[in-house]
């Protein structure tokens, strides 16, 4: 997540609202929310009562219990919420979430043009968690299934099974389809579900200024926060500390890297060093992202991590569970040239070694594409999860085996051997201070030498013989 540089553009909305250029994170999103997704957010994707009253303790902590208990006379009708409490004691909850809902909506409004400067960017202070699970973590939501529904399952494992397991979509890149098993995706929703409701857990990321990012987001290990565009120990908003990686996931990414080896080794028939190509890491940064339906996340670089680790190219495996995203990825900040994968429930994609400062981003979820188990076992939410694993840090020595194309981001610009981009190649002083004379020193002799055949030939004979000398 951690991005890079200035200049970001968001990666697809064309209104002039949402080309909203932030100036310092390095992770660019994609535009805040419109106030109609806002309000599905809060009213069509909270499909059940537990959700549904965590939407309302987001806003009014406390309204729901007070909804069974007698109507207390007003203390003061100053209060906006207590003005909802004594005129409507018992509606039902719909009209309840609607009213709350365009609370919210005109509270977020006003936050969102108000600066606060407190510090407490992309905060989601006083809300209560927000669950990615439908029902409670006990419960299970069983869900009647339509025929259209188990067709486009049968039609996507026919597919799957057509699909090649790995693909290689650029050096340092690899795609891993459908590695997560279907246990192991529950699992992992799971493990996220119980941090993402706790401390640290879950929350609307943004900026001081008051813009949200399209997505819920999480860190495990330690905290991006967008707004500075850096990694620190703690949540600045609510000084929560990171939940750590859970040993299981670390796992899951050190079984992906070691299976991307293994197809980068036999595709070299064994004599390329996979771990040049896509160095090993050790993770311990997960940002975990949840998209609704509605959500994506602008063109942008994952580039705060420690200079060590991006020189040495130290890859981020990226777990996409859930709802398809469509997935942009380019070695320029332009997303109309980038290209476009389908990263569905259960694909593993690995970016690193030359790939390691790729522009991409997320530009779209389609909805209702999330394979029928991952609802009925996992009771995701309608919507994407993503975790990106990342090391912060790279103890070993990077310049023994400095990873490809890792000087285009170092700020200094003093590596030796600078690969820009493909088919460019900057190599820092490389003529030395002799070669360097001799070369002045040819350049100085052939200038004379032109200049005393112009004036003895004239220049029209000059051009012509230079003409023959080159054919
Ligand atoms: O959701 C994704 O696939 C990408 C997430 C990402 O790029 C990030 O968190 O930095
Ligand atoms: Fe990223």
């Not at 805040?32 to 994707?45: A, I, P, T, Y």
């Not at 987001?217 to 500075?228: E, I, R, T």
């Not at 090993?280 to 996340?297: A, E, Q, R, W």
Request: aromatic content about 8%.
């Amino acid at each position: 997540m951690a991005g890079g540089g200035g200049g970001r553009k968001p990666a697809t909305s064309s209104s002039p609202s949402s080309r909203r250029q932030k100036p310092r994170a390095s992770r660019e999103f994609g535009p805040e929310r419109s106030l109609e997704s806002q309000k599905e957010g809060l009213c069509s994707s909270s499909p059940s009562v537990s959700s549904t009253e965590s939407t309302l303790q987001m806003v009014i902590p406390g309204l729901l219990k007070s909804l069974d208990s007698p109507v207390q006379p007003p203390k003061s009708l100053d209060s906006p919420l207590q003005t909802v409490k004594q005129v409507q004691p018992r509606k039902s909850l719909d009209s309840l979430v609607q009213m709350v809902g365009s609370m919210q909506l005109s509270k977020s409004t006003e936050s969102k043009s108000a600066s606060s400067g407190s510090g407490a960017a992309g905060s989601d202070l006083g809300a209560a968690p927000f669950d990615i699970c439908m029902g409670n973590s006990k419960g299970t939501v069983i869900l009647k299934h339509g025929l259209l529904e188990i067709n486009r399952e049968k039609r996507r494992a026919k597919e799957l099974s057509d699909i090649a397991p790995v693909q290689h979509l650029r050096p340092g890149m690899v795609l891993l389809k459908n590695f997560l098993k279907p246990d192991d995706q529950v699992k992992i929703i799971k493990h996220c579900r119980d941090l993402g409701v706790g401390p640290g857990g879950f929350y609307q990321p943004g900026y001081r200024e008051g813009a949200k990012l399209s997505l819920r987001m999480m860190c495990l290990g330690k905290n991006w926060d967008p707004d500075s565009g850096s990694y620190g120990d703690i949540r600045r908003f609510d000084a929560a500390q990171p939940p750590k990686i859970p040993e299981e996931l670390t796992k899951y990414v050190k079984d992906a890297i070691a299976a991307s080896h293994e197809f980068l080794k036999q595709r070299g028939k064994g004599a390329t060093n996979p771990d040049a190509e896509l160095p090993v890491m050790s993770p311990d940064i997960c940002i975990v992202n949840f998209y609704t339906t509605s959500g994506k996340l602008g063109f942008h670089q994952d580039n705060n991590e420690q200079r060590s680790s991006l020189a040495r190219g130290l890859p981020v495996v990226s777990f996409s569970l859930g709802d398809t995203a469509e997935f942009l990825y380019g070695d320029v900040r332009d997303d109309d040239k980038a290209s476009k994968i389908k990263l569905e429930s259960g694909d593993v994609l690995i970016f690193g070694g030359q790939s390691r400062h790729i522009f991409h981003g997320v530009s779209s979820i389609a909805p209702k594409s999330a394979p029928l188990w991952v609802t009925d076992k996992a009771n995701l939410r309608p919507g994407r999860l993503n975790l990106t694993f990342r090391q912060y840090n790279y103890k070993g020595s990077v310049n023994v085996t400095p990873a490809p194309f890792d000087t285009c981001v170092c700020d200094n610009n003093t590596a030796p051997l600078q690969h820009l981009r493909p088919g460019m190649v900057l190599l820092k002083k490389f003529l030395k201070a002799n070669d360097q004379a001799c070369l002045t020193f040819i350049h100085f002799a052939l200038f004379s030498f032109s200049l005393v055949l112009i004036s003895s030939v004239g220049m029209k004979s000059y051009f012509y013989s230079c003409l023959c000398f080159f054919m």
